[in-house]
């Protein structure tokens, strides 16, 4: 089955700094990598999502590569605020597997001010 | 503008004692999902719904059933609560076709429920 490791489960950044997390997934039929944030006592909110056809997307500071080939992606922060402070997890999945979502473990953002 | 919407927010039950969650959805989504989340971990999925086919995920215990009465309706059930099933539990949407501006297959995440189990 489907596995998704999820690199470093801590990361410290400054704030303005850019950031970057890394997953990499073992089932080559996986086309449907969403990134979430989870903010302490909060619900998992979908930020950037990615699909096997294309490999990098963008929306303001927030980006995501997908290398289909070595599978893996990679979220990317750039200008870090305080408010990115969160866990982020990575997830893959397939069509036909009605789209469950195989988890990363999880990184820890820490924003430092 | 709620979409997913879990009750109650916050659930004490007893060791033992039966305790029923709720998640309704205004998205007319088709599948449904319950995922049991602990501190510091990744969502758990427990189960979840394609349509009206129930699909349990093979090390989801027995102590865990589910109902989902309607489209905008499900319940997840703890026969028997014990210490380690206190957690939080997330209800989540989705739908092949994509609808109310959200993309296909995204999950949608209701507020959850913290359990707590004295």
């Known amino acids: 089955g489907e596995n998704v490791e999820q690199h470093p489960s801590t990361l410290s950044v400054q704030e303005g700094d850019s950031a970057v997390i890394k997953c990499t997934y073992s089932?080559?039929?996986?086309?449907?990598f969403p990134w979430y944030k989870q903010e302490l006592g909060k619900r998992p909110q979908l930020i950037i999502d990615?699909?096997?056809n294309v490999g990098e997307k963008k929306d303001q500071r927030i980006a995501v590569t997908l290398n289909k080939t070595a599978k893996h992606f990679s979220l990317h922060i750039t200008e870090t605020q305080p408010e990115d402070s969160a866990v982020y997890f990575c997830?893959?999945?397939?069509?036909?597997?009605?789209?469950?979502?195989?988890w990363g473990a999880g990184t820890k953002l820490i924003i430092k001010p | 503008d709620a979409m997913v919407i879990q009750n109650p927010r916050y659930q004490v039950t007893q060791f033992g004692k039966p305790v029923t969650l709720s998640c309704s959805q205004t998205?007319?989504?088709?599948?449904m999902y319950w995922y049991q989340q602990k501190s510091s971990q990744a969502p758990k999925l427990l189960f979840h719904?394609?349509?009206?086919?129930?699909?349990n995920e093979a090390d989801t215990p027995d102590n865990f059933q589910s109902r989902r009465p309607n489209t905008s309706f499900c319940f997840l059930d703890i026969r028997s609560p014990g210490l380690g099933d206190a957690a939080m539990y997330l209800c989540?949407?989705?739908?092949?076709?994509?609808?109310?501006?959200?993309?296909?297959?995204?999950?949608?995440f209701g507020p959850g429920t913290r359990l707590t189990v004295t």
């Open positions: 998205l007319n989504h088709n599948v």
């Open positions: 089932d080559s039929a996986s086309n449907y």
């Open positions: 719904y394609y349509d009206k086919d129930f699909n």
């Open positions: 997830a893959a999945s397939r069509w036909d597997s009605n789209y469950q979502l195989i």
């Open positions: 989540a949407t989705s739908s092949a076709a994509g609808t109310s501006g959200r993309a296909p297959y995204e999950q949608y």
């Open positions: 990615i699909r096997s």
